[in-house]
């Protein structure tokens, strides 16, 4: 029968406290039960503060657990809520505090009409599974189990009053034309002689560009995209998987110079999509992709693939994968074998030894590795860095588990004042993972974009072009070499470097990063339209810095409002947001802001000098010139000498005729003609 129940309406969502039901519209969104009490306790006190002690309390009140649960089923309720109509997200986190529920919400009693109403009494629709993909013809290496049945209801695990142990963290976490005809003439007999061998040749040229997986032209290699595999069982405890077995791919076809491989960072917005081969394609501008699925059901797995030609749309190959979960490791070795026979690609000695299987690390190890990938893909980099320290603790000889928590402590530090210490950490884990695994290319990048943002530029140059050697194809590496020259001040030879990553791959740091060498240069409109299409804290900081400079304050002070209302915690968003005061005529209160952000950049060691530097711009706009001299000293004996912008920024016009401003400009070109003269000794 249909009964009428008491719920909260909010968005396109109703919540059901007492049949534990989230509904988006018709459908019903399933949510493990303390990830449902979360969202309830946040529902119930929308538009407040909810400290995190106070939902500790509430979600678990008669046991003691660890924080990262709650981070979890916050991280786990962002992705199943999406975002509000406006941009917002519905769960807000306040730094430091707790979260606040942003939605206006609606409690809706047992006298709403009819269209409320939800049916019970064998409540549960059990929808089939759609069939996978037939599998390859030949047999499978990896371990062969035919799936169990699937249950109706997957029962919740259990939350255990401790956490001391790993696996009893894993637990907690796991709720959740023909030629032309030769005339007859004389010299039919040559001319025929000579076409023949021509042919001969260019069918062997082609047969060789097909083999190594490049054009006919030999312009560029073939670019491939691995997109996340989507779940099929629609379960958020395993939604995890597809996004880091998807980079786990990817890392291991990074090494490969006949293809270029698309960055985790390029398709982590395909994440549980359906999608349309050929505009994903030229989206991405790719011409292959590899697109997948997968299905948990207690210990078993199945992992279906296919690799997609798009241009004709035509299937290359496809995959299925039945193993057992603790043989997780195995599938990124086996799908990677698959995709180098299905485009016929002869590798070098060197790219054949990469592509030998990883050592086998424990399989919680293996989880907590995938786990912090996914993590710091959605940019909830304390829960990355929490889940690959707990991988490290485990399994301390797995390079890349190294790689990649350097990687999180090097943006935690430069982004949400991590500070000094996680930059150290930072650089003694890629170390650790380089003395593991000395050809890694990603440790290597990784370390070099922490000298860049830690006063070290000239350390980073080495590096990257070193990787470059043996990795000419590799867009990030070439994007971290424009990254370095533009702390330098070698402004043309930055875009030149970011321009040819972005040929080789156009997503390269899209969701991230910006191309600000254009705007050191003074070319403003080039800068805001190379932008990403995206609105992050960091893109929609850039947008407004580009409009401040072209003088339309009004719209800059839109973008900066904006990113500090998204997350208040962010150098860069605090640097807009006192800008946005001072367009408001409120100087002292932007300037108060600044001193904030001073303060904590001095107490916790914060040392990207590019963003200090941005915090003596907005001083010397606001007013202050000794604050904005003593932090533009910083921002250059920390390693930002960008000498050519110095001498044109319109925002250092209040200081330039101050005591001591043309000692710092002297000490800025010194720098920037040595780095010059090193590393482009004829210019």
Same mark, same amino acid.
């Given at each position: 029968?249909?009964?009428?129940?008491?719920?909260?309406?909010?968005?396109?969502?109703?919540?059901?406290?007492?049949?534990?039901?989230?509904?988006?519209?018709?459908?019903?969104?399933?949510?493990?039960?303390?990830?449902?009490?979360?969202?309830?306790?946040?529902?119930?006190?929308?538009?407040?503060?909810?400290?995190?002690?106070?939902? %500790?309390?509430?979600?678990?009140?008669?046991?003691?657990?660890?924080?990262?649960?709650?981070?979890?089923?916050?991280?786990?309720?962002?992705?199943?809520?999406?975002?509000?109509?406006?941009?917002?997200?519905?769960?807000?986190?306040?730094?430091?505090?707790?979260?606040?529920?942003?939605?206006?919400?609606?409690?809706?009693?047992?006298?709403?009409?009819?269209?409320?109403?939800?049916?019970?009494?064998?409540?549960?629709?059990?929808?089939?599974?759609?069939?996978?993909?037939?599998?390859?013809?030949?047999?499978?290496?990896?371990?062969?189990?035919?799936? /169990?049945?699937?249950?109706?209801?997957?029962?919740?695990?259990?939350?255990?009053?401790?956490?001391?142990?790993?696996?009893?963290?894993?637990?907690?976490?796991?709720?959740?034309?023909?030629?032309?005809?030769?005339?007859?003439?004389?010299?039919?007999?040559?001319?025929?002689?000579?076409?023949?061998?021509?042919?001969?040749?260019?069918?062997?040229?082609?047969?060789? %560009?097909?083999?190594?997986?490049?054009?006919?032209?030999?312009?560029?290699?073939?670019?491939?995209?691995?997109?996340?595999?989507?779940?099929?069982?629609?379960?958020?405890?395993?939604?995890?998987?597809?996004?880091?077995?998807?980079?786990?791919?990817?890392?291991?076809?990074?090494?490969?110079?006949?293809?270029?491989?698309?960055?985790?960072?390029?398709?982590?917005?395909?994440?549980?999509?359906?999608?349309?081969?050929?505009?994903?394609?030229?989206?991405?501008?790719?011409?292959?992709?590899?697109?997948?699925?997968?299905?948990?059901?207690?210990?078993?797995?199945?992992?279906?693939?296919?690799?997609?030609?798009?241009?004709?749309?035509?299937?290359?190959?496809?995959?299925?994968?039945?193993?057992?979960?603790?043989?997780?490791?195995?599938?990124?070795?086996?799908?990677?074998?698959?995709?180098?026979?299905?485009?016929?690609?002869?590798?070098?000695?060197?790219?054949?030894?990469?592509?030998?299987?990883?050592?086998?690390?424990?399989?919680?190890?293996?989880?907590?590795?995938?786990?912090?990938?996914?993590?710091?893909?959605?940019?909830?980099?304390?829960?990355?860095?929490?889940?690959?320290?707990?991988?490290?603790?485990?399994?301390?000889?797995?390079?890349?588990?190294?790689?990649?928590?350097?990687?999180?402590?090097?943006?935690?530090?430069?982004?949400?004042?991590?500070?000094?210490?996680?930059?150290?950490?930072?650089?003694?884990?890629?170390?650790?993972?380089?003395?593991?695994?000395?050809?890694?290319?990603?440790?290597?990048?990784?370390?070099?974009?922490?000298?860049?943002?830690?006063?070290?530029?000239?350390?980073?140059?080495?590096?990257?072009?070193?990787?470059?050697?043996?990795?000419?194809?590799?867009?990030?590496?070439?994007?971290?070499?424009?990254?370095?020259?533009?702390?330098?001040?070698?402004?043309?030879?930055?875009?030149?470097?970011?321009?040819?990553?972005?040929?080789?791959?156009?997503?390269?740091? %899209?969701?991230?990063?910006?191309?600000? /060498?254009?705007?050191?240069?003074?070319?403003?409109?080039?800068?805001?339209?190379?932008?990403?299409?995206?609105?992050?804290?960091?893109?929609?900081?850039?947008?407004?810095?580009?409009?401040?400079?072209?003088?339309?304050?009004?719209?800059?002070?839109?973008?900066?409002?904006?990113?500090?209302?998204?997350?208040?915690?962010?150098?860069?968003?605090?640097?807009?947001?006192?800008?946005?005061?001072?367009?408001?005529?409120?100087?002292?209160?932007?300037?108060?802001?600044?001193?904030?952000?001073?303060?904590?950049?001095?107490?916790?060691?914060?040392?990207?000098?590019?963003?200090?530097?941005?915090?003596?711009?907005?001083?010397?706009?606001?007013?202050?010139?000794?604050?904005?001299?003593?932090?533009?000293?910083?921002?250059?004996?920390?390693?930002?000498? /960008?000498?050519?912008?110095?001498?044109?920024?319109?925002?250092?016009?209040?200081?330039?005729?101050? /005591?001591?401003?043309?000692?710092? %400009?002297?000490?800025?070109?010194?720098?920037?003609?040595?780095?010059?003269?090193?590393?482009?000794?004829?210019?």
């Amino acid at each position: 029968m249909r009964l009428k129940k008491k719920h909260f309406q909010f968005g396109v969502f109703r919540l059901y406290p007492t049949e534990q039901l989230l509904l988006r519209e018709e459908t019903s969104i399933p949510l493990a039960p303390k990830t449902f009490d979360t969202l309830l306790v946040l529902v119930k006190n929308s538009g407040h503060l909810v400290t995190r002690d106070e939902l %500790m309390t509430a979600v678990w009140p008669d046991s003691f657990v660890e924080e990262t649960n709650l981070t979890v089923n916050i991280s786990l309720l962002r992705k199943a809520l999406g975002d509000l109509a406006d941009g917002r997200p519905y769960i807000e986190t306040v730094p430091r505090k707790g979260y606040r529920f942003n939605a206006e919400v609606q409690e809706c009693d047992d006298s709403d009409d009819s269209s409320d109403e939800i049916q019970v009494g064998g409540q549960l629709k059990i929808v089939a599974m759609p069939p996978p993909p037939p599998a390859s013809l030949e047999p499978s290496q990896a371990e062969t189990r035919p799936l /169990s049945r699937i249950p109706a209801v997957i029962p919740p695990a259990l939350v255990s009053p401790s956490l001391e142990s790993s696996d009893r963290l894993l637990a907690a976490i796991r709720q959740e034309p023909a030629p032309a005809s030769a005339r007859t003439s004389g010299f039919k007999r040559i001319l025929y002689w000579v076409l023949a061998i021509a042919v001969i040749v260019t069918a062997a040229a082609i047969y060789r %560009m097909k083999k190594t997986g490049t054009s006919v032209a030999g312009s560029k290699p073939r670019a491939l995209a691995i997109l996340p595999f989507r779940n099929l069982k629609q379960d958020p405890s395993t939604d995890f998987l597809g996004f880091s077995l998807a980079d786990a791919v990817i890392s291991k076809m990074g090494y490969i110079s006949a293809v270029t491989v698309r960055p985790s960072s390029a398709i982590e917005k395909y994440r549980n999509e359906q999608i349309d081969p050929q505009k994903v394609a030229a989206a991405l501008n790719v011409d292959t992709l590899l697109t997948g699925s997968f299905l948990k059901d207690g210990d078993d797995l199945r992992i279906t693939t296919q690799l997609i030609d798009a241009k004709p749309d035509k299937v290359i190959w496809q995959d299925t994968i039945d193993l057992k979960y603790e043989k997780l490791l195995s599938v990124q070795d086996r799908v990677a074998q698959q995709i180098i026979k299905g485009l016929e690609l002869n590798l070098s000695p060197a790219e054949a030894e990469h592509l030998k299987p990883d050592q086998e690390i424990s399989p919680s190890a293996y989880e907590y590795y995938l786990r912090g990938v996914d993590a710091y893909g959605l940019n909830d980099f304390p829960l990355a860095i929490k889940m690959l320290e707990k991988s490290a603790a485990m399994e301390p000889n797995y390079a890349l588990t190294w790689a990649h928590l350097g990687r999180a402590y090097t943006t935690n530090a430069s982004l949400q004042f991590g500070g000094l210490e996680q930059y150290r950490n930072a650089q003694a884990v890629y170390e650790k993972g380089l003395g593991l695994n000395p050809s890694l290319i990603e440790p290597r990048i990784y370390m070099a974009n922490l000298f860049t943002d830690t006063g070290r530029v000239e350390e980073a140059v080495p590096l990257l072009r070193t990787a470059l050697e043996t990795n000419p194809n590799n867009a990030e590496a070439h994007w971290e070499l424009g990254y370095a020259y533009r702390f330098g001040g070698m402004l043309p030879e930055s875009i030149a470097e970011a321009e040819k990553a972005r040929a080789l791959d156009p997503e390269v740091k %899209m969701n991230s990063s910006a191309l600000n /060498s254009y705007f050191y240069q003074g070319d403003y409109d080039k800068f805001i339209q190379s932008l990403p299409a995206n609105d992050s804290v960091y893109i929609l900081f850039y947008r407004g810095f580009g409009e401040y400079y072209k003088k339309d304050f009004s719209e800059a002070a839109k973008y900066f409002d904006r990113a500090y209302g998204l997350d208040p915690s962010l150098l860069q968003a605090q640097v807009g947001k006192a800008l946005s005061d001072g367009i408001a005529h409120d100087d002292a209160k932007g300037l108060e802001l600044l001193r904030q952000t001073e303060h904590m950049i001095s107490e916790r060691g914060v040392s990207d000098a590019e963003g200090i530097y941005k915090v003596a711009q907005a001083y010397a706009v606001l007013g202050d010139k000794a604050s904005a001299l003593r932090v533009l000293r910083n921002a250059i004996e920390g390693g930002f000498f /960008s000498y050519p912008y110095f001498l044109s920024d319109p925002l250092l016009d209040p200081i330039r005729h101050e /005591s001591g401003f043309a000692d710092l %400009m002297n000490q800025a070109r010194q720098r920037h003609e040595q780095f010059k003269n090193r590393f482009f000794p004829a210019r």
